[in-house]
Structures are given as structure tokens and as C-alpha cells.
């Protein structure tokens, strides 16, 4: 069981990286110039698509390890904040700082989830858009360790 937890894992984190890497010049053109409306919609389901896929490990970890997925309104900030907590089964996932900035994305996609793209804003959306893939990468190196602890 253990092997295809890490299985799934492996998965989402690839699908992470080719949404990053199909959106490069995406990201690469935010560096020189302000989104037009249409971008800034795809870059907020980029956003979008990068939360849920860290969410869907966090609910593999917590399924299949924890054997516990937290339940009510606040599940996805119990779930962020229950990977950031040693257990008998394995030790912490994440540290405090990627938790905090993981919340960011988190919040991102409940207002997206709920409002329409015509209301997006980039002087809102620009730290999370430019800052994204360090994020990523952060967390990645985390997930992966976490993996290589698990498997050990």
C-alpha cells in the first residue's frame, strides 16, 4: 500500500511540474508586463490547478497514512495544518513557513472557486502569480524528502 501512496504522490507532483512547465511563457511574459483579462484568467486557474493538485497529496497522505481526513467547513485548512504535524505513522510533511504560504494559495482558490474572472485583480493576484513557482519548488523539495523518508 505504502508503495502506491508513493506512487500517487509521484504522480501529482508531475502533473505540478507540466502545469508549470506548460505555462512558462505565461509566467516568463508576467516578469516584463501587467496580464490582460484573459491571461489573468488563465493565471488564476493556474493558481487554481496548483492548489488542488497539493491538496489532492495532502488527501492521499492523509487517507492512506493518517488514515484520518479531517471533516466539517474548515477541512482544507485542518488538512493543510494536519501536514505540518508529526503523527506515529510519519513525521511532519511540511514546515510552518510552506504551510503559511501554501494558506495563500488556499484562500486564492476559495475566492476564485466563488466569484466570477472578470472580477480578478493583478495588483491582488501579482505575489501569488510571480512567487508561485518558488513555492512550488519549496514545497516539492519537502514532498520529496518526506518521500525519501517514508521509503527508507
Known amino acids: 500500500m505504502l508503495e502506491t501512496i508513493v506512487s500517487d ?3 501529482e507532483i508531475g502533473q505540478i511540474d507540466q502545469l508549470f512547465t506548460a505555462y512558462a511563457d505565461l509566467f ?3 516578469e516584463n508586463e501587467a496580464p490582460s483579462m484573459v491571461e489573468l484568467a488563465a ?3 493556474i493558481l487554481h490547478s496548483f492548489y488542488n493538485g497539493i491538496e489532492n497529496i495532502f488527501r492521499r497522505i ?3 497514512i493518517d488514515e484520518k481526513i479531517p471533516e466539517g467547513v474548515a ?3 485542518l488538512l493543510l495544518a494536519q501536514m505540518t504535524k508529526p503523527n506515529s505513522s510519519r513525521q511532519a510533511v511540511l514546515t510552518a513557513k ?7 494559495y488556499l484562500n486564492f482558490r476559495h475566492f476564485f472557486r466563488h466569484s466570477y474572472s472578470f472580477v480578478l485583480d493583478w495588483d491582488e493576484m501579482q505575489d501569488l502569480a510571480l512567487s508561485v513557482e518558488a513555492v512550488w519548488e519549496e514545497t516539492k523539495s519537502e514532498l520529496l524528502a518526506f518521500l525519501n523518508q517514508m521509503s527508507a
Open 43 to 45: 493565471i488564476a486557474t
Open 28 to 30: 516568463e511574459q508576467l
Open 9 to 11: 504522490i509521484k504522480f
Open 62 to 64: 492523509a487517507k492512506g
Open 75 to 77: 477541512w482544507h485548512r
Open 98 to 104: 510552506s504551510e503559511n504560504q501554501l494558506k495563500q
